[in-house]
T-cell receptor
């Protein structure tokens, strides 16, 4: 079964510093991976996704993620954090087999940006 | 461009009361989903509807029922609310593409959520 693990429930960075949010996946088939962002009191918004077309995926708001099969990772990065990046971030994998319409989400990482 | 619309946004219930959460999408998607979000738990799938006329249980279906009213609308019903159902509920929709067709446009699109408290 497919699953994702997000390392760190809470990450704090200074404004202007590198943002690195970690996601590792477990999948017996080629995975389809997603990063979503949730701002306070809002729904989830798609940041980017990996669908095997390219290992380095660029998303909205300057975020990108690199798919590394050897490390079973899909970490999210942004070179320079902005105050507006403070939010909760979720990694997700699309399931295969009978549940292929389902996404399995990680538990989320809350990003705080310190001025 | 509304996307996925959920009503109500907030609700407080007493234990044992019933209520229906409404969801509508205007993206002509075939598949719709209901999730609950609890602190430290991420999102967990309650029920989903792969296409109009079908519904299936997700990870945490107990205590809930769903109705796929038509292609646009997918409702979630709590028949007898319990404090353990206090949560934020999200509806989502997507194209009904098989896994191998997870192309550049496939994703689940979410509403803004319903914050439900059960006393």
């Amino acid at each position: 079964a497919q699953s994702v693990t997000q390392l760190g429930s809470h990450v704090s960075v200074s404004e202007g510093a590198l943002v690195l949010l970690r996601c590792n996946y477990s999948s017996s088939v080629p995975p389809y991976l997603f990063w979503y962002v949730q701002y306070p009191n809002q729904g989830l918004q798609l940041l980017l996704k990996y669908t095997s077309a390219a290992t380095l995926v660029k998303g909205i708001n300057g975020f990108e993620a690199e798919f590394k099969k050897s490390e079973t990772s899909f970490h999210l990065t942004k070179p320079s954090a902005h105050m507006s990046d403070a939010a909760e971030y979720f990694c997700a994998v699309r399931r295969s087999g009978a549940g292929s319409y389902q996404l399995t989400f990680g538990k989320g990482t809350k990003l705080s940006v310190i001025p | 461009n509304a996307g996925v619309t959920q009503t109500p946004k907030f609700q407080v219930l007493k234990t044992g009361q019933s209520m229906t959460l409404q969801c509508a999408q205007d993206m002509n998607h075939n598949s719709m989903y209901w999730y609950r979000q609890d602190p430290g738990m991420g999102l967990r799938l309650i029920y989903y509807s792969a296409s109009e006329g079908t519904t299936d249980k997700g990870e945490v279906p107990n205590g809930y029922n769903v109705s796929r009213l038509n292609k646009r609308e997918f409702s979630l019903r709590l028949e007898s609310a319990a404090p353990s159902q206090t949560s934020v509920y999200f509806c989502a929709s997507s194209e009904a593409a098989p896994l191998k067709q997870t192309g550049p446009t496939w994703a689940q699109h979410f509403g803004d959520g319903t914050r439900l408290s059960i006393l």
